[in-house]
């Protein structure tokens, strides 16, 4: 099996939040790189609302935490 895991903070609460049942939209603002893509079009098919606003001029980043039960951010 593979998890695909993706987005900073507002992608992960948006996924969990659609896997409780919730309809969940994300705006959010990206390039057209391969990887936006990617993850625009994996939220998508979670069943997640998104609204990109595209910007070439974007870099490409990556961010990688996760909020455990306390509430706090993990880097």
Known sequence: NVAIEIGGTACNVALNLRQFGARVAVLTAANNSPYSGFAT???????????VERNDALPLSAFSAHINKAGELLG
């Open 41 to 51: 079009n994996h939220l998508y098919r979670q069943g997640i609302d998104v609204i």
